[in-house]
């Protein structure tokens, strides 16, 4: 899609919307059009061949080549694409899943048994990030129109990048983006500009990028027309920093100075060159916030950002709870929930900003991948249950999807994924125009995640045994059983790991479990958030003897077969939390991450 920008940003809105509707009328059209693209682009490729054979799919009908694609080629998971991503890693440069090079690499924050996973990342996806960016941004503006030349306070934060042996680079997909021409560009056609330059986005230093953001939002004050980030937990963690730091910040605005906690010399000399003594601002800083700490900050973002429109970041599935503490510092400003995707594909935009976060639908962009979804039917209408019970039925494409009914999406992307179940659960709550509007409602098999970390039943198995074994060789003890809880009642939110042990072992060694088994978790969404206090110490509590056969009673006496019952691995049910609180003996803290 092109579009013109000579009449400024409000051309713009409107070319791009005007855009969304157009496909959106046709979707079920654009998607097998979208398919047709996808397989001509990367027609020849290893894994292609693999199914189709020498079929030249070029000559063929658009929608008998969607049905020959997903009669031919089965449904994957990432660990059949896996040896493939891998080799391309390793600097096998053959056309194994596109035909475009495949020279950038990103890494999911989903595990699989305990690895990280790669996943490709290539112009289309810079390209479709712009796109939702600009599509999103167009549609929030008719709700909140932005002054043109306006500020966005936005945290956000490359992560370090690194080479594989075949000399690809690896990083966030939001690292590859913020280094991408399109975020220059996305900032030039929204008229709207980030408060902090790249060597704050890119430092490297969680901490000290935080503070320059807050600085710098603060400087720049009254420009800011909304505040944004990724995630909730990142504008929420912002904001308890900001409770022990203003003072400093005051202190840098008045003098023109930076505190000597940032030590990074780029990001000290960029900010510097920004700043300039403003001692009025400051005073004005200094007395709105000793105000705000005497109502424990309430409303403090209307406070400090008076012409500050909304907040903005993804708020559903594990960010919910982080909303009552953002609606605390929000006082009554919009929360306006961002956009659907993953790290293999962008999925759906918000096209209804108005909307609380709780009511938000994803309407899916037909032109992005091709989508289809397989129908899930649940045993358990609990979805906070632990066991993944979903009935499967075959995928449908997206022209075939009912309102009311869940699904777990499936994709075919133009980065070389093909039919690649996501393990995304969604509802179709609606439609926009032809294209259905998205529900989140959970993941797949994921059973602990507080923010971005994402952990599997696998993933804590293997976990726990690594702990176990420091039990077994150090202790003359053995584990009975385990079960799992993540806490977020409390900030930062943490797991607890309940262990029930036969024999007896020292609370030292007990200690040396749990730091191990916090430091045995690979996931890297799971790592960065304990390296910046985002999560907090993994806590092993020690249960008495007999207690998971207390939760086997629970469960009977609930109505369950004993034929049928499982230990639950991850839990939230209050009753059994009951239980296993109630009979705890010892509790340890990890000192992994100190």
């Not at 694409?81 to 080799?87: G, S, V």
């Not at 500009?193 to 004050?221: R, W």
């Not at 001692?279 to 406070?303: F, M, Q, V, Y």
Request: glycine share 8%; proline share 4%; aromatic share 10%.
């Amino acid at each position: 899609m092109e579009t013109k920008n000579t009449n400024g940003s409000r051309s713009y809105e409107h070319d791009i919307i005007g855009w969304f509707e157009d496909i959106s009328e046709k979707a079920g059209q654009v998607q097998t059009e979208t398919l047709r693209r996808i397989l001509e682009l990367n027609w020849g490729v290893e894994y292609l061949k693999k199914w189709l054979g020498d079929i030249d799919v070029r000559d063929m009908d658009a929608s008998a080549l969607e049905s020959l694609y997903t009669s031919l080629v089965p449904l994957a998971s990432h660990a059949d694409l896996e040896p493939f991503i891998n080799r391309i890693a390793d600097g096998d440069t053959a056309p194994l899943l596109t035909q475009q090079p495949i020279t950038l690499l990103s890494l999911s924050s989903g595990t699989t048994e305990g690895r990280q996973k790669y996943v490709p990342f290539t112009d289309h996806s810079a390209r479709t990030t712009l796109q939702i960016f600009s599509l999103a941004a167009a549609y929030r503006s008719r709700v909140y129109p932005l002054r043109e030349g306006g500020r966005i306070l936005e945290f956000i934060y490359s992560s370090k990048q690194f080479k594989t042996k075949g000399g690809l680079t690896v990083g966030t997909a939001t690292t590859h983006y913020y280094a991408s021409e399109e975020f220059k560009i996305k900032q030039e056609k929204t008229k709207c500009f980030t408060c902090s330059p790249p060597e704050v986005i890119s430092g490297g230093d969680y901490k000290q990028s935080t503070y320059c953001h807050l600085l710098l939002g603060l400087y720049f004050g009254d420009q800011v027309e909304f505040i944004t980030s990724t995630f909730a937990y990142s504008i929420v963690q912002a904001f308890r920093a900001f409770e022990d730091v203003w003072r400093e910040i005051c202190d840098d605005i008045e003098q023109g100075t930076l505190s000597e906690r940032v030590t990074l010399p780029k990001m000290r000399k960029a900010v510097l060159a920004i700043i300039s003594p403003n001692p009025s601002l400051a005073s004005r800083i200094e007395e709105s916030c000793k105000e705000l700490e005497t109502l424990n900050w309430l409303g403090l973002i209307t406070k400090l950002w008076p012409n500050a429109k909304y907040v903005y970041s993804i708020m559903t599935g594990s960010m919910q709870p982080y909303f009552k503490k953002l609606r605390h510092y929000a006082g009554g400003l919009a929360l306006v929930s961002a956009d659907y995707g993953s790290t293999e594909s962008w999925i759906g935009a918000n096209v209804d900003p108005y909307l609380p976060p709780e009511d938000v639908t994803f309407a899916v962009i037909p032109t992005f991948s091709y989508f289809e979804f397989m129908p899930l039917y649940r045993e358990n209408q609990d979805c906070s249950s632990a066991i993944d019970d979903f009935i499967e039925d075959e995928p449908v494409p997206l022209s075939k999807v009912t309102v009311g009914q869940e699904y777990e999406i499936v994709l075919t992307t133009f980065t070389g994924l093909y039919r690649c179940r996501l393990g995304d659960v969604v509802e179709v709550a609606g439609f926009h125009k032809g294209t259905p509007k998205l529900n989140f409602i959970c993941r797949r098999k994921l059973i602990l995640t507080i923010n971005i970390d994402k952990n599997t039943e696998k993933d804590l198995q293997l976990v726990v045994e690594k702990g176990s074994q420091v039990l077994t060789s150090k202790g003359r003890a053995e584990l009975v059983d385990f079960t799992s809880h993540a806490e977020v009642e409390k900030q930062p939110g943490h797991y607890i790991i309940y262990w029930e042990i036969k024999g007896e072992v020292e609370e030292g060694i007990l200690g040396e479990c749990c730091k191990e088994m916090d430091a045995s978790f690979t996931d890297h969404g799971y790592v960065v958030s304990r390296r910046t206090n985002a999560i907090g110490p993994l806590e092993l509590r020690v249960v008495k003897i007999g207690t998971f056969k207390k939760i086997l009673d629970y469960f009977i006496g609930n109505g369950s077969a004993l034929s049928q019952f499982k230990t639950p691995r991850c839990t939230s049910n209050q009753g059994i939390l009951k239980i296993l609180n109630g009979s705890t003996i010892k509790r340890f803290f990890s000192t992994a991450y100190c």
